[in-house]
């Protein structure tokens, strides 16, 4: 494991975090279920960046599949929102 610390990587990590836990705290206010998924797409976010200060993902795969998936999470609590569907 190789530790490095990029301070890009360092910022993205904070402030994906910081949005994954408004995304929880907005959920748990309101029960709409568009804050949880941006929360967990957000937390996904975080996750990539912490295994890029921490060296553990050795491979551009791993990033690439959990920042898709975040992206194609995002993409639809969007969607859901555009079609009415916040609630539920």
């Known amino acids: 494991m190789d530790v490095s610390y ?3 990587v360092v910022v993205n990590l904070v402030l994906a975090t910081v949005i994954m836990l408004l995304g929880y705290w907005g ?3 309101s029960g709409r279920i568009t804050e949880a998924l941006v929360g967990g797409a957000f937390g996904l976010f975080a996750l990539s960046h912490l295994l890029n200060l921490l060296g553990i993902a050795t491979s551009d795969l791993l990033i690439i599949t959990l920042r898709t998936t975040a992206y194609l999470v995002v993409i639809y609590a969007l969607l859901r929102v555009a079609s009415g569907h916040t609630y539920g």
């Open 27 to 29: 959920y748990r206010k």
């Open 6 to 8: 990029n301070p890009v």
